[in-house]
């Protein structure tokens, strides 16, 4: 007889975006031994999330792991539903009357907030916005940033700031052979910002960096990169705490650290200041961004639980441009459980949950799952143990009432939306390097949907 998951009645699975949760969800699906059918959409017609919006164009190594993505993609039972926004194209009830099984992968696409005093004067950024932009991402394609000013300051210390001080500090000529977008190659290109402070709350044994990512702030050509020494004088605790075997991590970004100030010339071009212990706790400025204002910090707490602590000194840096880099924040899908304190779809190990019951035929991985944090391979156990849930739940999931992707597709016909298949990104894609080649580029990306969708109607 035939059951959810045998070769007669393929488990019908819909995955909500295709970043590298939603391709290794898909891969352990595929090797789950159950017969499965993947249908996995996107709201933008291209795929891999933010391995193409996100990752910076100067870490092409990092973006190879779409090779192996293609090879998901090329499995049988794959399909790709391109240029379909869930909640807004087709929602989520209607999703589930075509999949016995919905996976939600959507990442988490906004930035948390400072809340603080002219957060929202012009000049004033979020690095979303920044890296989207100089990615091609269609969503800031039409996003402007003054770099006529001198001084840029970049809140945060994690890597997502360290990719916009070195986009800010790196020579255009560097940049001009990635697939960093046209119109932010232009833009970069008379950049008038020589200063860089790039600030953070808590210590130098604290810093959230990968300590590859740091050193490569000091191969800049022509930059220079300062920290105050008095910074390097670590409390008792933070000495603790760098003393723990787990905090590898920080005692390789503190070796880093310590050697910055030897290897670089006063003469650089630019300059990277790197700041701890200070918090912005105001922007200034009337009518534009003219400064921001730093408190002090100092450490207290127990090892690997410190909290900074504002000590009620100040400090202002003048700056023309500000961008905003700490962490990101899931956002609510219509009929979907949501927790609002947390930017996350409710969950246990990857079983979406409503007030603590599981949701049939619910689940949920990366970003969205399990909150901003982790790198492109971190999804892949984590894809994994959300799929190890749906497999032990086949026996209990009821079959959806419509297994037919042309109704699908019909009915997004009738709506107007061009379902973007995975043949059809391949066309863009093969457009994109051919524009690329004449530009010496790996690629040149397309960055408004309408020149996506042109590529296809041409074909
Ligand atoms: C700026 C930045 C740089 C990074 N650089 C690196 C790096 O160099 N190396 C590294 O290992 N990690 C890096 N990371 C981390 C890595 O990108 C993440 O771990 C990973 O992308 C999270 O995967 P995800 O599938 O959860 O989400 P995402 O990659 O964000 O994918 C989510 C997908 O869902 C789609 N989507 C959103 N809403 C909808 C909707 N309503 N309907 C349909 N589709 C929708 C989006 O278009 C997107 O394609 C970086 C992260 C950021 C933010």
């Known amino acids: 007889m035939s059951h959810l998951g045998s070769t007669d009645m393929p488990l019908r699975v819909a995955i909500v975006g295709s970043g590298p949760s939603a391709f290794y969800a898909a891969d352990a699906l595929m090797h789950s031994g159950t017969t499965v059918a993947v249908a996995m959409f ?26 192996v993505f293609d090879r998901i993609a090329a499995a049988p039972g794959y399909s790709f539903w391109g240029n379909v926004r869930i909640g807004t194209d087709l929602t989520v009830n209607e999703l589930r009357r075509f999949f016995d099984v919905v996976v939600f992968a959507y990442g988490a696409e906004k930035d948390r907030a400072l809340h603080i005093p002219g957060e929202d004067l012009p000049g004033s950024c979020t690095a979303t916005e920044f890296v989207g932009w100089y990615n091609g991402h269609p969503d800031y394609r039409d996003r402007t940033f003054d770099l006529t000013a001198e001084t840029a300051v970049v809140i945060g210390q994690g890597n997502v700031a360290l990719d916009v001080c070195r986009i800010l500090a790196k020579p255009v000529d560097e940049l001009a052979h990635t697939d960093i977008a046209a119109h932010a190659l232009e833009a970069l290109a008379s950049s008038r910002i020589r200063y860089i402070h790039l600030i953070g709350r808590r210590g130098p044994a ?43 991590h920080a005692r390789a970004n503190m070796e880093i650290l310590r050697k910055i100030g030897d290897s670089h010339p006063s003469t650089a071009q ?85 007030n603590g019951t599981p949701v049939v035929g619910f689940y949920t991985c990366g970003w969205i799952k399990r909150g901003p944090q982790g790198v492109i391979g971190t999804n892949k156990p984590d894809a994994a143990e959300t799929v190890k849930c749906i497999v032990e739940d086949l026996p209990r999931l009821s079959p959806c009432e419509a297994r037919d992707d042309e109704l699908l597709h019909t009915l997004l016909r009738e709506r107007g939306v061009r379902v973007v298949s995975f043949d059809d990104w391949r066309r863009i894609d093969a457009a994109e390097m051919e524009r690329g080649r004449a530009a010496g580029k790996p690629r040149e990306k397309f960055t408004r949907i309408e020149e996506m969708l042109a590529v296809l109607e041409k074909a």
């Not at 300062?226 to 004088?233: A, F, K, N, S």
């Open 42 to 67: 996107d709201r933008l017609p291209t795929p891999y999330g933010l391995v193409r919006a996100g990752v910076a164009p100067d870490h092409p190594k990092i973006k190879s792991v779409i090779k």
């Open 206 to 248: 604290q810093t959230k960096f990968t300590a590859a990512e740091l050193k490569e702030l000091l191969t800049i050509p022509d930059c220079r990169v300062v920290i105050d020494p008095e910074y390097m004088q670590l409390d008792s605790i933070s000495e603790q705490e760098l003393a723990l075997p787990e905090n590898a």
């Open 270 to 354: 630019k300059q990277i200041h790197i700041h701890f212990l200070k918090s912005p706790v105001a922007l200034l400025g009337t009518t534009r961004l003219e400064g921001v204002r730093l408190e002090k910090n100092r450490l207290e707490g127990e090892p690997m639980k410190l909290r900074a602590v504002g000590r009620g000194i100040y400090q202002d840096i003048p700056c023309g441009l500000l961008f905003r880099s700490v962490g990101y924040r899931g956002t609510e899908m219509p009929q979907v459980p949501f927790d609002h304190s947390r930017g996350v779809i409710p969950n246990r190990d990857g079983r979406v949950v409503d």
